[in-house]
């Protein structure tokens, strides 16, 4: 069976391009969320091998979402994927445990390669 | 509103649309424009805070939107569904969210907040400062960069 990723992300769009190539490598999806909140209700509700985080999103951002799930699950695959790739945020997100740090536009294979390392690990 | 304020949303215009959609635009003359204009049949609105503040808006006809959806999606739209609309919104999420990383690496500290797309004609926009209007020719027709921003002090940024 397919490792389970949790897709977050606001754009729906972005969801449904980054599910595709999910699949299409093997992976199931364990589900999705459109803002960090409801990320993390689906993390502890499914228990994802991966999730794949947004940052800017409306109610609760990708950075503090993924502080709250690695908080209680210290052992989260977490992988950042996000439009704003400036320095302090990804150090930021990094020393919160984030395993890898997926800057948009991306090709399919950074994805990929991202997950495969990171669940590896 | 400083000019080098809007070359970081020129790159990240460029390099976005070349790495997602596949080829290069051409960059037009810049101008300005005051602070309350009309806006374009579609216009992505992303808002930017922090250091430097306001706003960056992305203009184009309906036509070149199905078109730059279609792009995006990688098939051919008749209509504007709320799929396209999210790509659409998304592409302004990259654009802007690239043009941040770039102004960060020239030490301002910004922050953007999730971009909408406003549809219809003759409404009215108002930015806190002039914008400078870039166009931007693609493949898909013609995209106007507005960017609206100024500097904020940083006793002021910090409050923010």
Same mark, same amino acid.
């Given at each position: 069976?397919?490792?389970?990723? #949790? ?44 999730? #794949? ?35 302090? #945020? ?32 | =509103?400083?000019?080098? %304020?809007?070359?970081? %949303?020129?790159?990240?215009? %460029? ?8 080829? !290069?635009?051409? !960059?037009?003359?810049?101008? $300005?424009? &005051? ?37 995006? $999606? ?8 709320? =799929? ?9 999420? $990259? ?25 219809? !004609? ?5 930015? &806190? ?6 166009? =931007? ?16 002090? $940083? ?6």
């Amino acid at each position: 069976m397919g490792k389970r990723i #949790l897709v977050v992300d606001d754009a729906m769009f972005m969801r449904t391009a980054v599910k595709k190539i999910l699949e299409q490598a093997g992976y199931e999806i364990a589900g999705e969320a459109e803002n960090g909140e409801v990320a993390v209700k689906i993390y502890n509700e499914t228990k994802p091998d991966a999730v #794949l985080m947004d940052i800017t999103m409306p109610v609760m951002d990708g950075v503090s979402a993924a502080k709250t799930i690695l908080k209680s699950d210290p052992n989260a695959v977490v992988i950042m994927c996000t439009a704003i790739g400036q320095q302090n #945020l990804v150090i930021e997100a990094i020393k919160a445990g984030v395993k890898d740090y997926i800057v948009k536009p991306f090709k399919p294979e950074r994805v990929i390669e991202g997950l495969n390392k990171a669940l590896a690990a | =509103m400083k000019v080098e %304020f809007v070359n970081p %949303f020129i790159s990240a215009a %460029f390099a976005v649309f070349e790495s997602v959609i596949g080829q !290069r635009p051409e !960059r037009g003359q810049l101008s $300005m424009r &005051k602070t309350t204009f009309t806006t374009q049949q579609v216009t992505i609105v992303a808002g930017v805070s922090g250091q430097i503040s306001g706003t960056a808006l992305y203009g184009m006809s309906l036509v070149t939107a199905q078109k730059i959806a279609s792009a995006l $999606m990688q098939s051919e739209l008749t209509v504007l569904d709320e =799929m396209a609309w999210s790509a659409l919104s998304e592409l302004g999420n $990259m654009i802007t969210g690239n043009a941040i990383t770039l102004l960060a690496n020239n030490g301002y500290d910004v922050n953007i907040s999730p971009p909408s797309v406003i549809r219809g !004609r003759n409404i009215e926009i108002s930015t &806190k400062t002039p914008a400078i209007v870039v166009p =931007m020719m693609t493949q898909q027709g013609l995209v106007e960069i507005n960017v609206a921003l100024e500097e904020n002090d $940083m006793a002021q940024a910090k409050a923010a």
